[in-house]
């Protein structure tokens, strides 16, 4: 009964450390001021490029120049490019943003053949070049935890 009741203890000890560690490493994957990302949409209109190190400001949004600005705190990479797709769809069209694939059938009139999602764009990039950021530390709240327990 005492080996069961231990075993089951550490199971639940290394749940609650592994969910710790999952939203330990989701916030570090966050941006967050004043974190510096790389924006990159090479099919913007002639005179007003997006190609170049932008800074996540203090209210979390970043400017885009002409295009306006954007929240991008708290996201991923991954989010922060499907939302930038999606406020640039003001701007820009869907074949532009790589939001459609498009063909031309035989009598030379084009047709979309499928949409794509704003996650799985190829002609929006985001990067991370500087995490500037304090990290969350759920990892050492876990170590005290676990300290405090023996």
């Known amino acids: 009964m005492r080996f069961r009741w231990r075993v089951r203890s550490w199971l639940i000890l290394v749940a609650l450390v592994a969910g710790f560690i999952a939203l330990d490493m989701r916030r570090h994957r966050e941006l967050h001021p004043p974190d510096i990302i790389d924006v990159e949409v090479p099919s913007a209109l002639p005179g007003h490029p997006i190609t170049r190190e932008r800074l996540v400001r203090p209210d979390g949004h970043i400017t885009l120049g002409y295009y306006g600005d954007v929240y991008v705190a708290g996201l991923t990479t991954r989010e922060a490019k499907a939302k930038i797709a999606t406020h640039l769809r003001r701007y820009l069209s ?46 050492e709240r876990v170590i005290q935890a676990i300290r405090r327990l023996y």
């Open 94 to 139: 869907d074949e532009a943003l790589g939001l459609v694939v498009s063909a031309v059938d035989a009598d030379g009139k084009r047709s979309v053949v499928r949409k794509i999602n704003p996650y799985d764009t190829n002609r929006v990039s985001v990067w991370v070049l500087t995490k500037n950021s304090p990290r969350g530390g759920g990892i």
